[in-house]
């Protein structure tokens, strides 16, 4: 882990003092490039199907022992068709040859809470099928396969020119895929799918399969898969068991089929083995899944707004939320219970965006920037043509940024406020919903969209309190009054407040008048006829007040942002052809796209300030120093002490005779990621990716080998919670078990005995 760190600290001073030797143009530019590379060992999102032109050398000098083809193949099973994309939001993959899935506890949760009753609570106690037949079967959950990925970008950018207008290009595009996927056809159970990457210079199509009987088989209690909840949440040591299992059933003929009893468990083209012989520093680990979002080609003046004027609005709307939340959970355990899953969801992105700004903070991405923009111009220079074509983009960057600076914040104040932190809004703002669609198809649309709202609050009011969002109402509302966002955003609030008296007393007057924080009002009215209903969804003030600020929104923000952003993007595609263009020496992933990457790197540490430094494995022992019996966060179940205190370990233990929990790798991975494997040299599965650490959040923009590290969960530590603690000893026997590298070293011992055997056959 040391020479991750030290390493482009040293070639940085190597660097100047060549420069101030020398002080020649050229020698710049070849230290510069030698910068680029070093610091970017470790980046990259990339796609699989390129990965023997782009990354193959690269990824076996760090140790990989298989070629790119083991990884991605189209005429043969590779690693590719055990991933799985796990409900379009995580990833999974297949670990036997009867269609086992494992995915995080985090990415199954909302199955395993569908489940879960007071009496049979899936979430504190765990579960474990003993035979295939207690499989849970779940609605709404869906996975899918990759078959293949084609390069498309010739057919969709045909008759596209520079000289049209984004409009133009848009809708020729539009054009140039109906007619290819009309004329593909893809066969029963295939899907086409064609998007764009590189900012849309280039389009890749991809033929997936999906299925949609996929059953639980198990979880531990979250006492174990979400131990440290939020506290530990993007921290490091990590002590989180956070996996679950599912099982992927196909009608007989092993194709997709919709739940049935007569279905039967699928058999992959490749599933992974397990490797029992763990991790150490510098290994090889190749982390395969589907990353949703990243943003690592903006142009400095992009940055310089998330990070001082959008995450810290964020931050601190979400803040005040939170305290308040926090507080009524503290205080009573129905709440805790009815709030801890919003309370993680919000929290999550909060914790992650104060990681973020500090890690660009730390890791000086505005520097590093510039120095790249810098680069970038000085480069241009030397091409008359390519300066034409590139050489204004930044400075009208710098503009478009500042123009859309003011829609943007508001844009995420209207979000974070209206539409996300104060409950309530969200749901008075389907009542508008109602009242449009009767306005525009009559009660057909009304009773369609009324049929899906039922349940959505049935489920809502369960784990809702007006008298927490209430608060919520009064502190953010005065923040979005008092903020420096257009105030054509705002509508009458502040004078409301003012003629109610204060914020606190106009959020008692509406949450008091309102119907729509009680349910049953909310379903009395619902039960009415369309008209009558909306006859009284209009007169409600809450109503009122969402359709009024929904109304400013569009009137005063959106348009105007989505006008300027469409400009941002547009320029954003060009820059993106500029850098590939004068880089020429640099490999170039595409951002994150919620499409199937693969990212490589080493087992390791970091320290990420002065005196402190991280191992890169945590163990079981690390658990039982957090254990607070009761707690909420860091409870641990008995079972599972009593396996600590007895040293039952089995063959779950690393040589230092500990029991792994989670290790780090140099792996960039984003959200998207969770439930991805995390893969050895040869092929095994040795850990579950689920998190990064803090301060290498900022890898969405900024990855920086020295302190961004991905989190895993150690494969032994799965098994051993699957094994010995849960007794569900059918499912290890299920799975294929290896010892790579016990047996590369029992290969290179024979290797000598062999040799003087053939000597002596040779010579006898
Ligand atoms: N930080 C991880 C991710 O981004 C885990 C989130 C789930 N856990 C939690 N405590 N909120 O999804
Ligand atoms: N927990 C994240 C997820 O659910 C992965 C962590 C990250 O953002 O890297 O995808």
Redesign the pocket.
Known sequence: MANNTVLPLTITKLTIKIIMLKNSRILLTLCFIFILKISYAGEGMWLPQLLKALNEGDMQSMGMKMSAEDVYSVNQGSLKDAIVHFNGG?TSEIISSEGLLLTNH?CGYGQIQSHSSVENNLLKNGFWAKSKKQELPNDNLEVTFIVRIEDVSKIVLEGITDQMSTKERQSQIDKNIASYKQRMRPIKHEEIEIKPFFKGNQYFMFVTMTYTDVRLVGTPPESIGKFGSDTDNWVFPRHTGDFSLFRIYAGTDNMPADYSITNVPFKPKHFLPISLDGVEEGDFTLVFGYPGRTNQYLPSSAVAQTMNVLNPAKIEIRDKALKIVDAAMRSDEAIRLQYASKFARIANYWKKWIGENQGLKKSDAMGRKHKYEKEFITRLKADRTMHGKYGSLLDDFEKLYKEIEPYALTRDYYNEIVRRNIEIMTVASYMNRLENLYANNGATGYNGFKARLEPFLDNFYKNYRPEIDQKVFASLMEMYVDADILDGAKGDLAAMAKKHGGFDKYAQSLFESSFVPNKNQMFKLLSAAPKMAIESMQKDPLVQLAKQLSDAYDANVSTEYNNLNTKINDLMRIYMEGQMEVFTEKKFFPDANSTMRVSYGKVAGYSPRDAVTYNPVSYLDGAIEKYVPGDYEFDIPKKLLNLYETKDYGQYADSNGKVPICFLGTNH??????GSPVIDAHGNLIGLN???VWEGTMSDINYDASICR?IMVDARYILFIVDKFAGATHLVKEMKLVHPKKDAKVIKMDAPKKKEKRRKKRRG
């Open positions: 995580c985090h991975t984003t959200g998207g990621n969770s689920f998190d990064r991905n």
